[in-house]
């Protein structure tokens, strides 16, 4: 099994330019996750799919714009990217939303380093 | 408002020296505590989840424990290959997919 995988590993982009990250999960997961991470900042949640079909924003929504293609793959756009999205983005999956008293493990992809210029 | 905060941003231990990660967390009620270990230019590692107040979990030479404001990682004879960042999250009860996660704490471990 691959896991959680993430495409492009790096990229560099203008301002204005608008780009795709793709993110794929081999765990059969229900629940799929952006992150980014900033120096100093920790990791913030961008948007999130609980579930097949449904996506909901997270603490860092605005920029950023996501598709739920299917069971294994969950996409983040940048319309029109502006120097501040300059991060590491993180793609991760879960089995199902946290359960009390399971290990609601999130599964992270390797990342993608994003600057613009 | 929810917020993390770990301490300290930087740790250098050496092997064999113990010492623990501390974790303080604001919270309008606890779904549950995570810590995760980052290693340079990878994605985070699960390594434990607690719940409630007192809850412990161990892994080889790490024990988390958990009160109502904070949680430690306690590092038993670290060794260099423990050298990563050490991140802490916490779900909140409004929420069964948020985390809201700590800048984490950098631990070197020299030989």
């Known amino acids: 099994n691959a896991g959680v995988t993430q495409t492009p590993k790096f990229q560099v982009l203008k301002t204005g330019q608008s780009m795709t990250l793709q993110c794929a999960q081999d765990?059969?997961?229900?629940?799929m996750y952006w992150y980014r991470q900033d120096p100093g900042m920790g990791l913030r949640l961008i948007y999130y799919?609980?579930?097949?079909?449904?996506?909901d924003k997270g603490e860092v929504p605005n920029g950023y714009n996501v598709s739920r293609l299917n069971k294994r793959e969950f996409s983040l756009r940048l319309e029109s990217a502006a120097p501040s999205q300059t991060s590491v983005y993180f793609c991760?999956?879960?089995?199902?939303?946290?359960?009390?008293?399971?290990?609601?493990?999130?599964?992270f992809g390797p990342g993608t380093r994003l600057t613009v210029l | 408002e929810d917020q993390v905060t770990q301490s300290p941003e930087a740790l250098r231990l050496q092997e064999g020296e113990s010492s623990s990660l501390n974790c303080s967390y604001t919270?309008?009620?606890?779904?549950?505590l995570f810590w995760y270990r980052q290693d340079p230019g990878k994605g985070p590692e699960f390594l434990f989840t607690l719940y409630s107040a007192g809850e412990e979990k161990e892994k080889e030479r790490l024990k988390a424990t958990l009160t109502k404001k904070e949680s430690f990682l306690h590092i038993t004879a670290p060794k260099p290959e423990d050298s990563a960042t050490y991140l802490c999250?916490?779900?909140?009860?409004?929420?069964?997919?948020?985390?809201?996660f700590g800048s984490g704490t950098r631990l070197l471990v020299r030989p």
């Open positions: 799919s609980a579930s097949e079909g449904t996506t």
């Open positions: 919270v309008s009620g606890l779904r549950g």
């Open positions: 999250a916490v779900a909140p009860m409004d929420s069964s997919y948020k985390l809201i």
């Open positions: 991760a999956s879960s089995e199902s939303g946290i359960k009390a008293g399971v290990r609601n493990e999130q599964f």
């Open positions: 765990m059969n997961h229900n629940s």
